[in-house]
């Protein structure tokens, strides 16, 4: 029988490549929530000055 090494093969590097694609997606998915988060956190501060003004 023919050995294949799952290093070599296309599959596997595919597959290696698509989970550290998504890896990538997730992290800047994260990333982008918590500068959203930190927008809206200074736009209520920002109209309660701008309120009590």
């Known amino acids: 029988m023919l050995k294949q090494s799952h290093k070599s093969s296309p599959t596997h590097s595919l ?3 698509y989970i550290a694609g998504l890896s990538v997606i997730a992290g800047l998915f994260i990333f982008e929530q918590f500068l959203v ?3 809206l956190e200074y ?3 920002s109209s309660r000055v701008i309120n009590i003004a």
Do not use: A, D, I, Y
């Open 15 to 17: 597959t290696v490549l």
């Open 37 to 39: 988060e930190k927008s």
């Open 43 to 45: 736009q209520f501060t």
